[in-house]
């Protein structure tokens, strides 16, 4: 029986800002607090503001043995090592999770990165629910990827696996951030949709929406809108990034065998704009045993609360495997 | 305490010939028998030679309550259901052998194809002893793999995960017997190179000892030493087909972060010639979080016991985790 009463502080760690919120073992989310990150105040300072909050709404009903567990999602988070390590977005070099927060709530305490709570978050409460092996894919600014075999997440030997926006899809391809060439989200993400739009643009001579925007102003909904409205090389920059997605799902398939995909994040809501092609393009690049057999849906997760309950989920997760 | 008097028996069933034998939980084989599979006489034939032979060798060492299990690698084996369906090699649709082998020897039993059964054996009793997160290529005529995470195989949702084999590395790419095309398989196995030799023969003009023979004749074994002798076309060939293996291998670390990568087979055999510009393209294609953290090693299991070994693993696997 879930004790309804009982429950787990999930924390979602961004460049500019932070979610949290209590949820209890159904996913009912009972309070979710947004402050801003101010990363470079550090990682302490943060840690501090989150749990004063908390402290100030528990009350008759919730306190703080009410509290079972913290799960939090962060850039570059450690699930080994309860660290986050050369975080980019944030400025910090090395901080050691469990120990700092631990000093302001002395709870288990479960991190992993964002895209690894989410697929948690929907195999607990969303999209996967009762699926035990399932890949969730976040398209964002880039491609993120949490990855669950046997209902488990694949953390790898030092638990940095499931890097999917980093497979190489075409060699020698896009340039990526990242320092390779032809990575996967340099082609399927909102900023690879963006450079497909440009590409065609200067390929294309053909009149179209988007050649009124540069490539900064340019936003994915743009690309969705005029799609929409039949803006031909908005439609082909739509095909070609589920051309690409549809590749590389297959060659993941051809790993773990997934009984579904789940496609989170902002550019997921162009629905079948994306969906259509990149499932048509998995099917034909899939091996025969598995044709038409494998899911692709959108998260289930898609009201503002995600990024808590996936953090939420962690922790859950973690206690029940502890 | 390994009790050295409790057996498995390893079965690996090939198009050809069958091998088994008795191993021990240390991997040492007390005996090995290799019989043909006449694989038209049907798998109760089989069933009932394997087992009579095996009654055969016990004696006052060893008795039928001596063996502990039955773990059997076979084509298109699956782990979940113990049946083998559709086996092209073997011609049979449909063998329940959990019921059909049980017959004669009523033991858990534990069936899987036999490139799983070669990581299991690796993980056990070979190059990856001590590793809970590694992938095993087999690199014989085709391209097989068996992926362990966290300790254990993953068999995805179907049982049928792990066709390593078949990822896209070049898109529209060379016809695979599979029916699709660009698979890994086609580019590296024995098969693969020969093809790439092929395609070098037609593309260059400069001489080679290998423009002597038709592309049924060649072996990659001539390959090798055509290439150890300084043949040009031969040694490009390699470095054709390390670099394909190399950016796969670099995707797959995306995907598991495994310890260590083993080859295994025949083509693994050709040691530098191979291993120095996979991994080489592998640390040229990985994320600089992962470059030259990742062993690629030859297997461990070289002697003629490897695929008993892998099919004893497997049931010695079964039993500590059931």
Redesign the interface.
Known sequence: MNNQKEYVLGVDIGGTNTVFGLVNRNGHVKEEITITTDAQKGAEQLFSRITDRIHSVLNNGITTSSIKAVGMGAPNANYFKNTIENAPNLGWKFVDVKKIFGQYLAKPLFITNDANASALGEMHFGAAKGM??VIVITLGTGLGSG?I??G?L?????G?????G???VI?NGRQCK???NGCLETYVSASGLKRTVHELLAKNIGESILRHNSIEDLEAVHIAEAAEKGDAIAQEAFEFTGKMLG?SL???I??????AIILFGGLARAGQLLFEPTIRHMNN??????RD?IDVIPSGLHNGNSAVLGAAALAWHGLERS
Chains 1, 2 share one sequence.
């Open positions: 035990k092996n990855i075999v046997d488990d694949v953390y790898g030997h030092d940095f696996a499931g890097e999917l980093h497979v190489c060699p990242c320092g390779l590749i297959a060659s993941f051809a790993f773990s065998r997934p009984q690049h899939v091996l025969p045993l598995f057999k």
